[in-house]
């Protein structure tokens, strides 16, 4: 191998390692396609000074009921790879993309030379169907085509390399399709975790509001409250997305509250209401020591707390309280406000927002919210009152 091979060979690993890299870090929040790792794939490893690219190159993938190739198309230009706007279909039975990958040749990957195959560049051209011919644009002399396997299925040609197609170009191609396959079944298999995660602590959230009077959707509107609080907050996106599903566990401590005293008409006499006032506690046992409760840890505990240091259990003041306790306890006390409870009816909207300004016999607002958290209420109010209309069904 050359010396310019050789530094074009680590250049090109190093780029490809540089994107594993990125893409690990990422993998558990970013919602990449498959093809979208690719294409980002093929401009770091393939795009750029010093690199050898191809004059084109097409990622397709095969549609699953009827088995045609769908791609995407990169021009090599000013040595970047520039994407096309147009998406190139090839149907089946075209003799090419499927067919050439998958079945007349068994291999993974393969660089092919006109020389090898016709007379004339001019014969060669009739092996390519016309949508592949007019994506290359100028005559196809060689290309490499490999093989993307994994939940996927698909192929990446790349055409017209300069001089010709070689065994070091197929190499890097194949390297690339087997990297960017991995993590794309990866990130698949870490969404199904994820999927099966919040589906859980939704069952767990559920099973807790069961045995009370207000069950169903009041969970899921705490949860969007809080996550229209933070979002406005400016918060980061991922602190809105934790706490979009972790407000919903804020109660989870009630499982260990007798049901006769959950669903006590009157009032609780001292004994009740000391254990009652032990659900955060509770709560923030169940949720355990796992980073992925954090917040809704932080959430079953502090959501009773007031500014003022006035709740429980721990009698927390101010910022002591954290943060996501604060926010949902804005969003419970919105909540039971605008629900029906064995001590109250159910408060409209405009009755609600009053409550928050003036306070009644339970809520003091300037006691018991965080003034920037009540600030920002008054300014989203109407999507309070948006999110309570489209989840009011129980
Ligand atoms: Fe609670
Ligand atoms: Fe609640």
Same mark, same amino acid.
């Given at each position: 191998m050359s010396v310019e091979l050789c530094e074009m060979a680590l250049q090109q690993t190093q780029a490809l390692l540089r994107l594993t890299e990125t893409t690990m870090q990422e993998i558990c929040c970013r919602k990449f396609s498959g093809s979208e790792l690719y294409a980002e794939a093929l401009r770091r490893v393939l795009g750029g000074k010093g690199k050898r690219g191809a004059a084109c190159i097409l990622i397709s993938f095969q549609e699953r009921h009827n088995g045609v190739m769908r791609g995407r198309v990169f021009h090599l230009v000013a040595d970047q790879l520039v994407e096309g706007s147009e998406e190139v279909v090839i149907p089946t039975g075209s003799g090419y993309g499927a067919d050439l990958a998958f079945a007349e040749e068994q291999q993974e990957v393969m660089a092919v030379n006109w020389d090898e195959r016709s007379a004339s560049v001019e014969s060669y051209q009739n092996v390519f169907p016309s949508a592949v011919r007019s994506i290359v644009g100028g005559a196809i002399r060689n290309f490499v085509t490999c093989r993307i396997s994994g939940e996927q299925p698909g192929v990446i040609t790349a055409f017209n390399f300069l001089g010709s197609a070689t065994e070091y170009d197929a190499s890097v191609l194949h390297g690339l399709a087997v990297v960017i396959g991995s993590l794309v079944t990866l990130s698949g298999e870490m969404r199904e975790t994820e999927k099966a995660f919040i589906y859980t602590i939704e069952a767990l959230a559920r099973a807790?509001?069961?045995?009370?009077? @207000?069950?169903?959707?009041?969970?899921?509107?705490? =949860?969007?409250?809080?996550?229209?609080? #933070?979002? =406005?907050?400016?918060?980061? #996106?991922?602190?809105?997305?934790?706490?979009?599903?972790?407000?919903?566990?804020?109660?989870?401590?009630?499982?260990?509250?007798?049901?006769?005293?959950?669903?006590?008409?009157?009032?609780?006499?001292?004994?009740?209401?000391?254990?009652? !006032?032990?659900?955060?506690?509770?709560?923030?046992?169940?949720?355990?020591?796992?980073? !992925?409760?954090?917040?809704? !840890?932080?959430?079953?505990? #502090? @959501? @009773?707390?007031?500014?003022?240091?006035?709740?429980?259990?721990?009698?927390?003041?101010?910022?002591?309280?954290?943060?996501?306790? !604060?926010?949902?306890?804005?969003a419970d006390v919105y909540d039971a406000l605008r629900s029906t409870r064995s001590y109250k009816g159910a408060y409209s909207h405009a009755e609600t927002v009053r409550v928050f300004r003036d306070g009644d016999e339970r809520v003091r607002p300037a006691d018991h919210f965080d003034p920037t958290l009540l600030a920002t209420f008054f300014r989203i109010e109407h999507i309070f009152a948006g999110i309570y209309e489209s989840l009011k069904i129980d």
């Open positions: 807790c509001e069961a045995a009370e009077e @207000h069950t169903g959707t009041h969970i899921l509107r705490v =949860n969007r409250y809080a996550g229209a609080l #933070a979002a =406005n907050l400016g918060l980061p #996106a991922h602190f809105v997305e934790s706490i979009s599903y972790s407000a919903q566990m804020h109660d989870v401590g009630k499982i260990k509250i007798p049901v006769t005293i959950l669903l006590k008409e009157g009032p609780l006499d001292a004994a009740e209401m000391e254990l009652m !006032r032990m659900h955060p506690v509770f709560g923030e046992r169940i949720l355990g020591d796992s980073p !992925r409760l954090e917040v809704a !840890r932080e959430i079953a505990i #502090a @959501h @009773h707390e007031n500014w003022d240091g006035s709740g429980y259990p721990y009698g927390l003041k101010g910022e002591q309280i954290p943060l996501a306790g !604060r926010i949902v306890k804005i």
